[in-house]
């Protein structure tokens, strides 16, 4: 069986990173012959019209819409990426930016998360692109984007909106996988691996997106954030994901037992805290035991074997309000004072990892130095359900029927796997993570109840 062709369309330099995430992923499964403009190289043709006849020839054309219009050529109305999207969906109508989709093609659109930041250089080369421009044509080109994620949303099932590169790459595999079952290629389905880090993102994915977005925003190398939930293993299992998963930390972070740093007096608690934290990096004690946060931040950034590190505090609440209060404060402070020091491409996290005894419990103690991040809750069997809509079922059919075959296709699952959880308090998190890894390595296995796809499982 030939491969069925893949069209990647979207904006250039803001997606790159995207982009090129995406066709390696679709690379590697060897399953898709993967067509992007980056491997056009020179041609006697216009590109534009390069890429309107590869759209056409193509049997999947993925769409990335961020928050760039993109380049409007000067004998078309539209920008390029928009019109490869009028392309797919069969608009011939070049009086308004999108039609009514034919769905003949198999298009997968995928919309950025307004709220997530791009690196700071792509941030900058848009903003230089807008002054280029001018004011009515950026006006313009506001307006089209706009119009067009109206439309999109109009015409398809968006569950989720991407944001990193890796977040980006699962949602397209989760959509594909269910269109190549439509499409009977269900022989490929077992070439396309569901990564086993996405069990972490049960009930985690708003959490998760909030971190990343804050974290682009931020330009401190200390970036303090506050992981929170009402069971201790909540905070840690997060953190411990994000650091291996999303900064690709497993090498450089770890795990500081405040307990053995206490002390009475707050400075002298920040101090030994700075020491241990010191002896964790460099596995050796400092020449002076009057080493600084800013002294600890220049011994990191002239190290050019280090370039991301996470530090990961854990304490329950009641602790939090009282006896590391004071001291906690101080070594806010002095994360504060250190960050406005020196500027750099390095980066420390610290993760300070805070549980609660109850469920009524809410973190009050706020500090201009840290970022906060929303609670963590328990996992429902509904949370389930969202889990696998998102990474096993996209749907792009509009149909209340199309809807509801999603919905019941999910719940089979949850009757598979989770038909022995009770609700009422929640499934643990690491029953529900040792439950969605048997899934995703079922699925990646081809065992059952996935290895038939004709089997009334799938019906």
């Not at 974290?215 to 506050?226: A, G, H, P, T, W």
């Not at 241990?276 to 990096?281: A, F, L, P, R, V």
Request: glycine share 4%.
């Amino acid at each position: 069986m030939s491969k069925p062709k893949i069209y990647i369309s979207s904006t250039f330099f803001d997606l790159q990173e995207h982009r090129a995430a995406l066709a390696q992923a679709l690379e590697k499964t060897e399953c898709f012959d993967v067509v992007k403009m980056e491997n056009y190289g020179t041609r006697s043709e216009k590109p534009a019209v390069k890429c309107m006849n590869d759209v056409a020839d193509s049997e999947f054309y993925i769409l990335l819409l961020g928050n760039r219009y993109g380049y409007i050529p000067e004998d078309q109305p539209y920008s390029v990426t928009n019109l490869e999207y009028k392309q797919a969906i069969g608009d011939a109508d070049q009086t308004k930016v999108a039609g009514v989709p034919d769905y003949k093609k198999c298009v997968l659109p995928f919309l950025m998360n307004e709220n997530y930041q791009l690196p700071e250089p792509i941030m900058q080369q848009m903003a230089n692109e807008e002054k280029n421009d001018g004011e009515d044509l950026t006006k313009k080109k506001k307006q089209f984007l706009d119009d067009l994620r109206k439309r999109i949303k109009s015409d398809f099932v968006i569950d989720t909106l991407f944001t990193s590169p890796g977040d980006l790459v699962q949602k397209v595999l989760g959509a594909l996988i269910h269109e190549l079952v439509r499409r009977n290629y269900g022989s490929l389905i077992n070439k396309i691996l569901m990564p086993g880090d996405v069990a972490y993102r049960c009930n985690r994915d708003r959490v998760r997106n909030e971190f990343l977005q804050k974290n682009f925003i931020s330009k401190d190398f200390y970036r303090v954030f506050i992981v929170h939930g009402v069971k201790p293993e909540l905070p840690m299992m997060f953190s411990h994901n994000i650091s291996e998963y999303d900064l690709n930390a497993s090498g450089t972070s770890f795990v500081l037992n405040l307990d053995e740093n206490l002390s009475t007096h707050p400075a002298k608690f920040v101090d030994s805290v700075v020491v241990d934290m010191y002896y964790k990096i460099f596995q050796k004690w400092p020449d002076t035991e009057a080493i600084t946060l800013a002294g600890l931040l220049y011994k990191i950034v002239n190290d050019a074997s280090l370039t991301t590190l996470v530090a990961k505090f854990e304490i329950p609440y009641v602790s939090w309000k009282g006896k590391y209060k004071s001291m906690l404060a101080l070594f806010f402070d002095k994360v504060q004072e250190a960050n406005k020091a020196v500027r750099t491409s390095k980066n420390f996290f610290i993760l300070v990892n805070v549980y609660y005894d109850t469920a009524n419990e809410v973190l009050k103690n706020k500090h201009e130095s840290f970022i906060p991040l929303d609670k963590l809750t328990s996992i429902k069997t509904s949370h389930v359900v969202q889990w696998v809509r998102t990474y096993f079922f996209l749907n792009t059919d509009k149909t209340i029927a199309g809807r509801n075959r999603v919905e019941a296709l999910a719940l089979a699952v949850i009757n598979h796997y989770f038909a022995d959880c009770n609700d009422k308090d929640g499934i643990s998190m690491g029953d529900a993570v040792e439950k969605l890894e048997q899934i995703i390595d079922d699925f990646n296995n081809n065992r059952e109840p996935f290895d038939n796809y004709n089997k009334p499982f799938w019906q």
